[in-house]
């Protein structure tokens, strides 16, 4: 008996009846992004052409010496207005915007330095840069690394999630910064790190709030696999390391010290008790969100790059390997003349001296 083609078969073809279009075989790039799939079904996301691109944008070579960490443990600036000059302002803002697309692709790793630079973008002085830099740095020791989703023996279950909170990290306004990151396949494939909007008065209220927001993700990404047919029934399960926060999701009777919290936070409770969302407490040592709410340490940091399904592609064998340990001299060639126009970064301004110099 003859299969019936798929739906995806399908549509390929009416769009290639009505419009013409040409079948060009399997996607390598897509807005940036490598694919490379590999002989046991497994599929590696990377963006080093465009990494290559935006570090010669900023005069890193072969030469610039790598970081071990994107951003170093403890570091805390200011915004200072009128600190910085117009030139520094300029290529700040030119970085950000391209650490942030390089963060949200394929490096969750970078997400949390670059979500907390980002905030001091209408005022960069000095220090800011350096640290801007410093990141910069860490991608020219890793830009070999990938994302590697594996091909499972029983298929995608369901979706596995990490909420943390870091609070009262931000030292001006005292606001907790969250983070959550989302598994698919062995790899992480939605991240976020932020602050939260408001000041929470206990730990137990800053993780409570972490968890709606992951929820909100959790569904989305349930609802997005049952559109694609390759979920079951089963509900989001996040782990947080907070069982005060679980407790208070799963039991409203338990809720007293959060009756000042806005409707719209107790997200995670409506759908816990709608059996939607499930929770699960894991040791603060295995909570890989928290590199989405704080600077760590390399071997902590490291860790963590492995959980997130991170891994260094060998530039001749073409495979991914282990993480890298540090942030050691690759001394491969950083051109990007191989790369497609449309892949690279915008042109470069015209080179600057003294504070902007690429090398610390």
């Not at 170093?72 to 697309?101: D, H």
């Not at 692709?105 to 997400?111: F, Q, S, V």
């Not at 064998?317 to 001394?331: K, M, N, Q, T, V």
Request: charged letters at 20%.
């Amino acid at each position: 008996m003859a299969q019936a083609p798929s739906s995806g078969f399908l549509t390929i073809s009416g769009l290639e009846q009505c419009y013409g279009v040409k079948r060009l075989g399997p996607a390598e790039y897509i807005l940036g992004i490598q694919i490379r799939r590999l002989n046991d079904g497994s599929i590696a996301l990377c963006q080093e052409r465009y990494i290559m691109d935006v570090l010669a944008r900023f005069h890193f070579d072969t030469t610039t010496r790598g970081a071990t960490v994107p951003m170093t443990p403890g570091l805390s600036l200011t915004a200072i207005p009128g600190q910085g000059t117009e030139q520094i302002r300029s290529w700040y803002l030119q970085a950000i915007g391209s650490l942030l697309y390089i963060s949200l692709g394929t490096r969750p790793n970078i997400a949390f330095a670059v979500s907390y630079l980002a905030r001091f973008a209408n005022n960069p002085g000095q220090r800011h840069w350096i640290a801007v830099k410093h990141v910069l740095r860490y991608l020219r020791a890793t830009y070999r690394d990938e994302l590697l989703y594996t091909r499972g023996k029983t298929g995608i279950t369901g979706v596995v999630g990490y909420s943390d909170a870091n609070w009262g990290a931000c030292v001006n306004t005292s606001v907790s910064t969250m983070g959550f990151v989302f598994y698919i396949a062995g790899s992480a494939v939605s991240w976020s790190s932020k602050r939260q909007s408001w000041v929470t008065d206990s730990t137990t209220n800053a993780e409570y709030l972490a968890l709606s927001h992951a929820g909100k993700e959790g569904i989305y990404l349930s609802q997005l696999l049952e559109e694609l047919h390759v979920q079951s029934d089963i509900p989001a399960h996040i782990y947080t390391d907070n069982e005060a926060a679980a407790a208070v999701a799963r039991d409203p009777v338990r809720a007293s010290g959060t009756r000042h919290i806005r409707l719209c936070e107790h997200f995670v409770r409506d759908m816990v008790n709608r059996g939607e969302i499930s929770l699960s407490h894991v040791g603060t040592s295995n909570m890989v969100a928290d590199i989405f709410t704080k600077a760590l340490g390399p071997k902590i940091f490291s860790m963590h790059c492995y959980a997130l399904g991170l891994r260094t592609r060998h530039p001749r064998l073409g495979s991914a390997s282990h993480l890298r340990g540090g942030g050691g001299g690759d001394e491969s060639t950083l051109s990007s003349a191989e790369s497609p126009r449309s892949l690279r970064a915008p042109a470069s301004p015209p080179p600057c001296a003294g504070d902007l110099d690429a090398r610390d």
